[in-house]
């Protein structure tokens, strides 16, 4: 049997497939819009796994396989062996001998690479403690609906340096962009992972208003990941001053678009008036998730169709 192709971080995947990957995002969005069934995907059977909570990664996988012609299955820790000590490599083998594809909600990303080197099937991540690739697919989907190609352009991340700037940090140096970071003293890239983007593509700024100068996507998260709950009070000390707001929207280029992946929190790493405001485009940002794993999950599962995206 092959081994399969996996999906555990951004970087997993070469220009060129991002480049197939938007453009059958774009075909699969259309055809999606325009009521026409389309269900590659007959017959298969996506596992969701979620060891921490969800609202778009559920709901737009599940729909997502749907759509395709596929069933979903959720297993979450509480009503599974999960949850109960069952080893991982135990779990991976027996779930990918009951499924098509698998999607993992968890907590270090080397228990989706334990998983995955002993599932029989692709395994996507869908967040880990260090990554969150499939927001990032969707996010620059979304500026490239709005903008056109992200390579040459200047993403400006202003908050914690936590899984979802890590994986800008991967896209920026395999697809060619630049990110600017600012977080506050304490919680600024890890030095090994900076250490890996230092050519051209990462820069850390003290000022978050000089990350945001001349930007052309602003972008931040909650100052709070999931399962660092234990530190929130600090946090929302040490964060107060790295609220993306107007001014800094002001800052970054005229055309700049603002992005959280979601769920935020007005008042805290965003203003309402940004995130509420003309140049937040937070709402296709979400929806591009369905759209973007749609297109994912065909690629991991029946690989590149010719033709039938341009
Ligand atoms: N952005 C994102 O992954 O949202 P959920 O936590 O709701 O899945
Ligand atoms: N950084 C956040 C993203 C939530 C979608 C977290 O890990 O909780």
């Known amino acids: 049997m092959n081994a399969p192709r996996h999906y555990l971080q951004f970087k997993d995947f070469s220009r060129a497939e991002y480049d197939y990957l938007f453009a059958r995002t774009r075909w699969i ?5 325009r009521y026409e069934p389309h269900h590659p ?56 001998r009951m499924s098509d594809i698998v999607m993992i909600r968890t ?11 002993y599932s029989r099937v692709p395994v996507i991540n869908g ?18 609906e709005h903008r056109g190609p992200i390579q040459g352009k200047t993403v400006a991340w202003v908050g914690d340096s936590n899984n979802v700037c890590n994986t800008w940090l991967q896209a920026a140096e395999v697809l060619d962009f630049q990110v600017r970071v600012s977080t506050p003293p304490g919680y600024e890239v890890e030095p090994e992972r900076a250490g890996l983007y230092g050519t051209g593509h990462f820069a850390h700024f003290d000022d978050p208003m000089e990350a945001c100068r001349g ?27 790295w609220q993306v707001d ?27 008036e940004v995130i509420d405001g003309p140049q937040s485009v937070v709402w296709d940002e979400a929806e591009n998730r369905l759209h973007a794993q749609k297109a994912l ?12 995206c341009a």
């Open 41 to 96: 995907l007959f017959d298969r059977t996506l596992v969701m796994i979620f060891e921490k909570a969800s609202t778009r990664t559920r709901l737009s996988f599940e729909a997502g396989m749907q759509q395709l012609g596929g069933s979903a299955i959720y297993l979450n820790t509480r009503d599974s062996q999960l949850g109960r000590g069952e080893p991982v490599e135990d779990a991976a083998q027996v779930i990918s």
């Open 215 to 241: 930007a052309d996507l602003v972008t931040t998260d909650v100052w709070t990941s999931m399962g660092f709950e234990a530190e929130n009070e600090e946090r929302m000390r040490d964060f107060a001053d």
């Open 246 to 272: 107007e001014d800094m929207m002001k800052i970054a280029n005229p055309g700049a678009v603002f992005m959280h992946c979601l769920p935020a929190h007005r008042g805290e790493e965003v203003s309402a």
């Open 29 to 33: 969005k259309d055809k999606f819009k």
């Open 297 to 308: 999950m065909d690629y991991l599962l029946i690989g590149k169709v010719e033709g039938d």
């Open 107 to 117: 907590f270090e990303q080397s228990i989706i690479e334990r998983f995955a080197e």
């Open 127 to 144: 967040l880990t403690n260090e990554y969150h690739p499939c927001q990032i697919l969707a996010d620059i989907f979304t500026f490239i």
